[in-house]
């Protein structure tokens, strides 16, 4: 079954009618909103100058005999993402408690989490003042930058929201109202194993108590909260208590890929009955059963991410709950990613395989970038009543 077109909203149809069909796509790159993008990360921890074109990172890391799984493959850079046609998305900050530590963005301490996450900020702060990126934070500031970035598409910033990812950096629940403040406007609140607010990937754990408090806030600002990396009982317990706007950046269905990590068929339905998106992610561990971190090797190509895509339009019955979510370079390159994955501009892939599949322009148009638009559109109107 293909799903019907995208229902005529106006919001979206502004935001569609600015960008070309498939046929001029092959000229100028689709608009591409990437809802998943740990820029922060690279730039800071991993100690990247994203500004440098992709070929040149991997370059200097094997130069500097970097051989750590990651190094000397990595798929995103700022003129990457200008090549690949994303000029809006999502930007994290991303630290987590871990004990013990075994993973380059696990930390000891709350106050750590809190100090890493603040650096990443930091560095998108150093990237607006270079004019590589620009925050936005309003409807208004929004549909602007997609208007900018539309006339002119070269030198136009890459336009990011601030989400955090996992939620141990901030130190108590009342803190939250510092980092709205600052920009935040979505947030995931566990990410692997048990953390501060509760259980993660990999994790049986359910909510802990300060998650109470803090879900709390985070309905009050307005702020989206991000279901990905939730354990299975956190999920069905933050089904019951929160009830503001939900997405999930980066996740896939359980159905391709058996195991936690992924979403159940109900879990994805609660995101579309209560009129969230879910990004589809190009991690391989989310789409190959049995991955094995350093040892596996990419069989499964985009068409799986694609399945991934068709499998939620099925569910919703339309195209309006599904966008991307890609997670390049998470911690990970294109040693685990799709086999026919080089950079994150082959992301332009998706519109002629989504047409192969059936999918009319307009559909593909709000997968690539326009339900993510009239989401966030929606969340940034959010006033919050102090």
């Not at 796509?25 to 909103?33: A, D, S």
């Not at 108590?209 to 999920?235: C, V």
């Not at 706007?245 to 994805?268: E, K, P, T």
């Amino acid at each position: 079954m293909v799903p019907k077109p995208l229902p005529a909203d106006a919001p979206l149809a502004r935001f569609l009618t600015c960008f070309g069909t498939i046929a001029s796509m092959k000229k100028t790159p689709m608009l591409i909103f990437d809802a998943h993008l740990d820029l922060g990360l690279n730039g800071v921890d991993w100690n990247r100058d994203l500004r440098m074109d992709v070929a040149e990172i991997r370059a200097s890391e094997k130069t500097l005999g970097m051989t750590d799984p990651g190094r000397t493959t990595n798929t995103v850079s700022f003129p990457e993402l200008r090549k690949a046609g994303v000029g809006v998305g999502v930007a994290t900050v991303l630290a987590r408690i871990e004990t013990p530590i075994n993973h380059p963005f696990g930390h000891t301490t709350p106050e750590a989490c809190y100090a890493f996450a603040m650096a990443h900020l930091a560095y998108y702060w150093g990237m607006e003042r270079c004019g590589a990126m620009r925050m936005i934070k309003t409807p208004s500031e929004l549909e602007a930058h997609v208007a900018a970035y539309r006339a002119n598409p070269d030198t136009t910033p890459f336009g990011y929201i601030l989400s955090m990812e996992c939620a141990d950096p901030i130190l108590d629940p009342d803190q939250i109202f510092e980092w709205h403040a600052n920009g935040l406007r979505a947030i995931g609140i566990t990410h692997y194993g048990p953390n501060r607010y509760g259980g993660g990937t990999r994790s049986e754990a359910g909510l802990a108590a300060e998650a109470l408090p803090l879900l709390k806030n985070i309905e009050a600002l307005g702020i989206a909260l991000d279901l990905t990396h939730l354990s299975d009982r956190a999920f069905a317990q933050v089904a019951d208590q929160f009830g503001g706007r939900v997405l999930a950046s980066h996740q896939n269905a359980r159905v391709f890929c058996d195991w936690q990590r992924q979403f159940s068929d109900a879990q994805i339905k609660f995101v579309i009955e209560r009129n969230g998106v879910l990004g589809v992610a190009l991690d391989a561990v989310m789409l190959q059963p049995g991955w094995v971190r350093g040892t596996s090797k990419p069989e499964v190509t985009l068409e799986r991410a694609v399945d991934n895509i068709d499998h939620v339009c099925q569910l919703a019955g339309n195209t309006r709950h599904i966008g991307i979510g890609s997670d390049l370079d998470g911690g990970y390159g294109k040693e685990q990613t799709p086999a026919d994955l080089d950079t994150i501009a082959d992301l332009q892939k998706f519109p002629e395989l989504l047409l192969k599949r059936g999918y009319s322009e307009t559909d593909i148009q709000g997968i690539m970038h326009g339900n993510w638009l009239r989401f966030f559109s929606e969340v940034l109107s959010f006033s919050p009543e102090f």
